[in-house]
């Protein structure tokens, strides 16, 4: 059987999706995975060293795409710093929601194991590093240490709220996600006015919207 020498990067991911997705769970093997898909296995390991690093990387894959859908837009560059992150919120979740049900098939098969944090091990690190060039205001401390400690402690939080919303998401039953995107928006808009130390209305806001889910759902 004849081999495809034109084997890309995103072919093997795509492949490898479709596969978990019919089958419920990993190829067996890479030479089973690659014969199947009729390219040699060495091709497999010019791009991946495991399945694993393919999953890390879909979820890379999936922040890369959205940026590249705002870069395409003359008016996100002119966007502060609170819309910034509103817009990749929304295009992120579009993304996601595009592939929904390989998300929740790979985030369900590592719920209860330290690979859940594993796989999405890129996905922080790019992030993190798209919050640390927001240049988002914060307390001015005359301290290098100090502001450095601040730093990452933003970024850490920014990271803890994308996972928080990726949970709501996968739990949201209403129509087009509807509920996912009333949440992106409360949660980013109050953290920032948290940040400018603003009124607290935004927070008082998102409580009633989280204690009413709450309930809800229970």
Do not use: C
């Amino acid at each position: 059987m004849a081999k495809n020498k034109t084997i890309s990067r995103h072919d093997i991911m795509s492949f490898y999706m479709d596969y978990v997705l019919e089958h419920g769970e990993n190829p067996k093997s890479v030479f089973v995975f690659s014969k199947m898909h009729h390219f040699e296995e060495a091709k497999f390991y010019e791009f991946f060293s495991s399945f694993e690093t393919i999953e890390i990387e879909i979820f890379e894959a999936f922040f890369h795409n959205s940026i590249a859908i705002l870069n395409k837009s003359e008016d996100y560059e002119s966007f502060d710093s609170r819309n910034k992150l509103l817009s990749l919120y929304f295009t992120f979740f579009e993304n996601l929601t595009a592939n929904r049900s390989y998300v929740i098939y790979a985030l369900n098969k590592h719920k209860n194991s330290l690979k859940g944090l594993k796989i999405l091990s890129g996905l922080k690190q790019h992030f993190s590093n798209y919050i640390d060039h927001l240049d988002i205001e914060m307390l001015e401390i005359k301290q290098e240490q100090l502001e450095k400690i601040q730093q990452k402690a933003l970024k850490e939080s920014a990271w803890i709220q994308l996972l928080l919303t990726m949970k709501f998401w996968i739990d949201d039953t209403s129509p087009s996600f509807e509920k996912t995107d009333i949440f992106i928006e409360k949660s980013v808009n109050t953290s920032f006015d948290v940040l400018d130390i603003a009124p607290i209305k935004s927070v008082i806001d998102l409580g009633k919207f989280l204690f009413k889910e709450k309930f809800q759902m229970n």
